[in-house]
Antibody, heavy 119, light 106 residues
Framework: EVQLVESGGALVQPGGSLRLSCAASGFTFRNYWMSWVRQAPGKGLEWVANINQDGSAIHYVDSVKGRFTISRDNAKNSVFLQMNSLRAEDTAVYFC????????????WGQGTLVTVSS | DIQLTQSPPFLSASVGDRVTITCRASQDISNFLAWYQQKPGKAPKLLIYTASTLQSGVPSRFSGSGSGTEFTLTVASLQPEDFATYYCQHRHSYPVTFGQGTRLDI
């Protein structure tokens, strides 16, 4: 059974940093692109970042470029999101998702972890 | 960026009804469109990809159609578990974007 379990969400002050983790199981992690998608409270879904199988191809939404870094550790079946210079508008539930093949179709999702940016 | 506009934003229906949700793209995205279902407090679930391909395990009462700039998600006969919010999403180019959602209520 495919499982994605996020962790690391917390309350952080504006300008602060946070690192999210997503532990994957139930599939051959190193064969898949992975992604982070977020959802602000009461709002819709927003794609944040993608990373390919070996980390050599990475894409970000413009609003997080230069502040967020996606990475992965295939030995630990994990994907990460390092978030720096956090803003109030980054407040959201952050979902880790697996991509279907090499295209951005999110076929499995974690349960999400809440990041709150507030003073 | 490609914008996706869903209509209607809210939809009230009854068990057994046939409902259709529309997603319009701001430019031609071929058939690079997926649909997701999200229930409160839960992660989204993939229903349909490539406009009309049903994801494994999704009931056949769900169907998708369209290409280019106009797409539809149809639920043939609503079941109680289908009341949720539905999102479309394109993968034509980066950044991938989602529609704003359609909330389907009883």
């Amino acid at each position: 059974e495919v499982q994605l379990v996020e962790s690391g969400g917390a309350l952080v002050q504006p300008g602060g940093s946070l690192r999210l983790s997503c532990a994957a199981s139930g599939f051959t992690f190193r064969n898949y692109w992975m992604s982070w998608v977020r959802q602000a409270p009461g709002k819709g879904l927003e794609w944040v970042a993608n990373i390919n199988q070996d980390g050599s191809a990475i894409h970000y939404v413009d609003s997080v470029k230069g502040r967020f870094t996606i990475s992965r550790d295939n030995a630990k079946n994990s994907v990460f999101l390092q978030m720096n210079s956090l803003r109030a508008e980054d407040t959201a539930v952050y979902f880790c998702a697996r991509l279907y093949g090499d295209v951005t179709i999110f076929d499995f999702w974690g349960q999400g972890t809440l990041v709150t940016v507030s003073s | 960026d490609i914008q996706l506009t869903q209509s209607p934003p809210f939809l009230s229906a009854s068990v057994g009804d046939r409902v259709t949700i529309t997603c319009r793209a701001s430019q031609d995205i071929s058939n690079f469109l997926a649909w997701y279902q999200q229930k409160p407090g839960k992660a989204p679930k993939l229903l349909i990809y490539t406009a009309s391909t049903l994801q494994s395990g999704v009931p056949s009462r769900f169907s998708g159609s369209g290409s280019g700039t106009e797409f539809t998600l149809t639920v043939a006969s609503l079941q109680p578990e289908d009341f949720a919010t539905y999102y479309c999403q394109h993968r034509h180019s980066y950044p991938v974007t989602f529609g704003q959602g359609t909330r389907l209520d009883i």
